[in-house]
């Protein structure tokens, strides 16, 4: 009975992440059209997208790899979705919260891509492998500040665990972001490269490479990405807000609190062009770098 | 008899057999080779008990030998990988000239790693010690290719180690007037200052480099590639490994023991830290696949030193697991790169492609290892690296957790380079006759890539005699603090519990996987890499697509300024002025009888000039 309990909530938990994510995907779309001074699709373009993908048959494949890679983006989105507090003091949402800490999901984040990635590769596409040299470049530039702020947390509070920092932050009444307000500069910094907006987006990067890695994929397995891809953007932001944010008590808090967190990357990325990899690499170890150097300086004095 | 006798005795008859069996019969000779191998390998599991000495007396000197439940870590991995690589060797070297001499050199190494672990004497140690050098560096020099230039610098570098730990050995008999390692412990902190300082530093220079630490580690990348693949997954696995055995006995049982042993500590953790990020960075830049894995050996054996440096139980733990992983992995795809050298002929990236169809277990073997390699859960690899990682964080190591991670992270990009490199991309039909490796190859590969999946989903299974072997050093047990079974604890108690996070992996893996084959598959067909979407145009028969050329350029544009310094043309620099010198010494002898009659006269005119300095007249 309390497997069964278990497996539901977690099948809520993911429905929850899918519909989220999707709808802030198509409230982006709808706001660059804004943006640029057009009228945009609808704010659930998204849906019809995704239920079109998966209405359609695919008709060849390049082999074990290419099928799998798909399924391995999702264990990434899905199983780390499972170990990040939804809300506050567990709620409908309990999971895996208390099963793995901040390193090991450090670690299981890169699962999918890589997976994916070996998925990519097998397609034989150029633009694919490009696509995910290009990506993994970024990552190693991204990961440096956003590790630093994470370990500014952890010495701060001497836990690694998601739901000891949630724990800290509601005895103390202040969020991270202004009790330790270096880290959160550093990973706010990092989070731009995390989101691949643009001056970040060299992966897929439009009309220059085709859409990078998942090109050579559509119907169930674009869907599939597509949906891995939204339920990880809830699975970040969520992340964002239980570490700097104190967490959300209700559904509608998780929702704002999300909401205008997701808004930094996409409004920067709205006014900015494309970096090249190397300057998109170097920005992280420019600013970013040095804010995350601040954090742990101020971490290990305070 | 003794156990212990015996299994050396069959060792060194072993190799004298083998090496003779080679000149009559191919197959005796593999089969006494593998015999060699598994018997001793079998009556050390069942017959040698930890504890256990043997004492016995050699001109003059009383040497020791026994295992110890460290040292039992330790031969796990020799003999483990020694045994599976030595199947994998009958078949990849099948067909090479000279293979008794490879054989039977093989078996010395196994036999000098053994003996070094068995030593309880620093006689026996160095003796041992030497015969490992020799037998590595006839290996590395086995092909016959750059000899002058791989060969030598190995041997140089081998002989300054050796010299260092002789002196460090001397030095020791003259203070305290015994060779037993245990005497040198008991009397270690009762050395004045300077000694206490220059006999670890001696030592560690003669464990720096076995182990490739920086400085030490420049003969690293050249002599991994250019030894025969079976047997650089023993050298990169096993062998590289004494030097982690020794550096552990230095930093624990002797520089722990006096106050400032803290600072010695923190720069041998830096120093691997930076031997972590250079290798990293150095391997993603390689083209071939054997210097790829070698600088990867150098990074990975740099987070161990830096587990040794920090020296905490949680970093101790997390060394000496990667100790065990390394060796599993990083046997498992030096032996993939034989295979494929084997049935290609080249084991450069920018050459073969496409080889997962055409290889599928090999692959299947490269991906598990690499996945370990990386420390992606739920494979072994990630134990090591999350112990390492909390051990870090708990011990305010705060810049060195960054600079650790900086590397594991670039550790992906050269991950993937190897797997798309040779495996993935375009299929071109160059390759197309290509076959998989011999099943003999094959199954050692499998075998030690399904232990890095045990070990990952049940750590217990390791960690507890790592634990024996650090009480053993004197540490307190870990086992219910740090780790249980299936769950690891860091110094604040948080826990990743491995099994949910398995079962979670793999339902969600098949769920999905079910989901996008169901209804999917029988409709779809396979079809070839050149039948691909690009830009809207079919790329033609001929055309290449492949991508393998400057494969993390922006990367390494990014990182340019931190490759810039090398350490290897210092070492050059120094060669070449001393070959000046030698040059200037070789033109006083000019082999005219005239000019030595100068050279008396100059000095006895010198002798009469200074006569009332030098002698006081």
């Known amino acids: 009975m309390e497997m069964l309990t278990h497996i539901l909530g977690a099948i809520a938990t993911v429905i929850l992440a899918f519909v989220v994510g999707m709808t802030y995907g198509g ?81 299981l984040m890169v699962f999918g891509p890589l997976g994916m990635a070996l998925g990519a590769g097998q397609t034989g596409n150029p633009n694919s492998a490009i696509g995910v040299t290009r990506g993994l470049s970024q990552m190693v530039g991204f990961e440096i500040p956003w590790v630093m702020a994470l370990v500014a947390l952890m010495i701060q509070h001497d836990t690694t665990s998601i739901t000891g920092l949630m724990e800290a932050q509601q005895q103390s009444g202040t969020w991270m972001m202004f009790s330790s307000p270096f880290a959160f500069i550093a990973a706010v910094l990092a989070m731009l490269g995390m989101f691949r907006y643009s001056p970040f987006d060299i992966v897929g990067a439009p009309t220059e490479l085709a859409s990078g890695p998942v090109s050579e994929n559509g119907g169930k397995y674009l869907f599939t990405m597509m949906s891995s891809g939204s339920i990880f953007a809830f699975v970040k932001l969520t992340l964002y807000v239980d570490l700097f944010m104190g967490g959300a008590d209700n559904l509608v808090i998780l929702l704002l609190k999300t909401f205008a967190i997701y808004m930094i990357p996409v409004l920067y990325g709205l006014v900015s062009p494309r970096y090249r990899t190397e300057q998109s690499i170097r920005f992280f170890w420019g600013w970013p770098l040095f804010f995350g150097v601040l954090a742990l300086i101020y971490a290990a004095i305070f | ?204 220079i003669g464990f720096g480099v076995k182990s490739a630490m920086m400085p030490l580690h420049v003969w690293a990348s050249g002599s991994y590639s250019h030894a025969p693949m079976a047997y650089t997954s023993v050298f990169s696995g096993a062998l590289s490994k004494m030097g982690i055995y020794g550096m552990i006995i230095v930093m624990v049982s002797l520089v722990s023991q006096i106050p400032e042993g803290h600072w010695f500590r923190e720069v041998i953790a830096w120093l691997g830290g930076i031997t972590a990020v250079g290798g990293t960075l150095w391997a993603v830049a390689q083209d071939d696949a054997k210097k790829l894995l070698a600088y990867s050996s150098v990074a990975q054996l740099g987070y161990i030193i830096v587990g040794v440096g920090v020296g905490t139980p949680l970093a101790m733990l997390a060394a000496l697991f990667m100790v065990v992983m390394h060796g599993l992995f ?118 030690l890539a399904v232990g890095t999946f045990i070990f990952g989903a049940f750590p217990g299974l390791l960690l507890n005699p790592i634990d024996a072997g650090l009480q053993e050093l004197g540490y307190a047990s870990t086992q219910g603090r740090y780790w249980e079974m299936s769950i690891l604890f860091n110094e604040w108690g948080d826990k990743v519990a491995l099994q949910p996070i398995l079962y979670a992996i793999f339902a969600v893996f098949l769920f999905f996987l079910v989901f996008v084959v169901s209804k999917n598959f029988k409709r779809t067909r396979y079809v070839t890499t050149k039948d691909i979407s690009s830009s809207g145009e079919i790329p033609k028969e001929h055309e290449n697509l492949t991508f393998s050329q400057n494969f993390f350029q922006p990367f390494l544009r990014a990182v340019e300024p931190l490759m810039k310094r090398q350490i290897d043309p210092l070492y050059t620099g120094f060669g070449r002025g001393m070959e000046a010198v030698f040059e200037f010494v070789r033109r006083i002898y000019t082999g005219n009888g005239q000019t030595y009659a100068l050279y008396a006269i100059i000095f006895a005119v010198i002798l009469l000039i200074f006569r009332s300095r030098l002698f006081g007249l």
């Open chain 1, 27 to 107: 409230l982006v779309r709808k706001i660059t059209a804004r943006v640029q001074n057009r009228l945009g699709p609808p704010w659930y373009q998204n849906f019809i997208d995704a239920y079109k993908l998966y209405g359609k048959t695919t008709a060849i494949h390049h082999g074990w790899m290419q099928i799998m890679g798909p399924a391995f983006l999702m264990v990434s989105s899905v199983v780390t979705l499972m170990f990040i507090p939804v809300l506050n003091n567990g709620g409908w949402f309990p999971n895996l919260n208390f099963e793995g800490d901040l390193i090991f999901l450090l670690y």
């Open chain 2, 1 to 204: 008899m003794e156990m212990i006798y015996l299994i050396f005795i069959i060792f060194l008859g072993g190799a004298v057999a083998t090496y003779l069996l080679g000149k009559i019969s191919n197959i005796l000779r593999d089969f006494a080779f593998l015999a060699t191998l598994i018997v001793p390998a079998v009556l050390f599991f069942t017959e040698i008990n930890i504890g256990q000495v043997v004492n016995f007396s050699m001109a003059g000197i009383s040497l020791q030998w026994g295992i110890t439940s460290f040292g039992y870590i330790f031969a796990y991995i020799v003999l483990g990988l020694g045994v599976l690589a030595g199947i994998y060797a009958v078949t990849a070297m099948k067909g090479k000239e000279n293979l008794g001499f490879f054989y039977s050199n093989y078996i010395l190494s196994i036999m000098a790693m053994m003996g070094i672990l068995f030593s309880r004497d620093l006689v026996s140690f160095f003796i041992f010690w030497e015969i490992m050098t020799w037998s590595s560096y006839l290996m590395v020099v086995f092909s016959g290719k750059d000899v002058q230039k791989v060969g030598i610098k190995y041997f140089i570098f081998s002989a300054v180690g050796a010299y260092a730990m002789l002196m460090a050995i001397v030095t020791t008999y003259s203070l305290t007037g015994s060779m037993m390692i245990d005497s040198l412990v008991t009397a270690y902190p009762g050395f004045d200052f300077s000694m206490q300082l220059l006999i670890p530093i001696l030592l560690l």
């Open chain 2, 330 to 447: 990083k046997g498992t795809l030096f032996m993939a790169v034989g295979a494929i050298e084997k049935q290609t002929g080249t084991s450069n990236f920018t050459e073969v492609t496409g080889l997962i169809r055409k290889m599928p277990w090999t692959f299947l073997a490269s991906l598990m290892s690499i996945i370990a390699l990386a420390g992606i859960p739920p494979l072994g690899g990630f134990i090591g690296k999350w112990m390492l990682y909390e051990s870090l964080v708990g011990s305010d190591h705060y810049m060195l957790v960054i600079v650790i991670f900086f590397s594991s992270t670039a550790a992906f990009l050269y991950c993937y380079k190897f797997l798309f490199g040779f495996f993935l991309g375009q299929e071109e039909p160059e390759w197309d006759h290509v076959k998989e490796a011999p099943a003999l190859m094959v199954v050692p590969m499998i075998i």
